[in-house]
């Protein structure tokens, strides 16, 4: 079954809203579930990089591997 693209731009839209307040392993779950179901988001993940160079020192190495 696919996923509901109406729901992940929603859940996109939102998390962009927030993207600030994510820590590394917020920002590596977010990318690594979008990228999971398929549902790349260009807006999204444009902010999640943004964020992530903001942390990257902040990352282990599962939270980078999971970003990627």
Do not use: I, M, Y
């Not at 999971?36 to 943004?50: C, G, H, I, S």
Request: hydrophobic share 45%.
């Amino acid at each position: 079954k696919q996923p509901d693209g109406k729901l992940f731009t929603a859940l996109a839209r939102a998390a962009e809203r927030h993207v600030s307040d994510f820590n590394a392993q917020d920002l590596a779950n977010t990318a690594w579930a979008f990228a999971t179901v398929n549902q790349p988001d260009e807006k999204l993940f444009a902010a999640l990089a943004r964020a992530a160079g903001r942390q990257v020192s902040e990352f282990s190495a599962q939270n980078l591997a999971n970003t990627a």
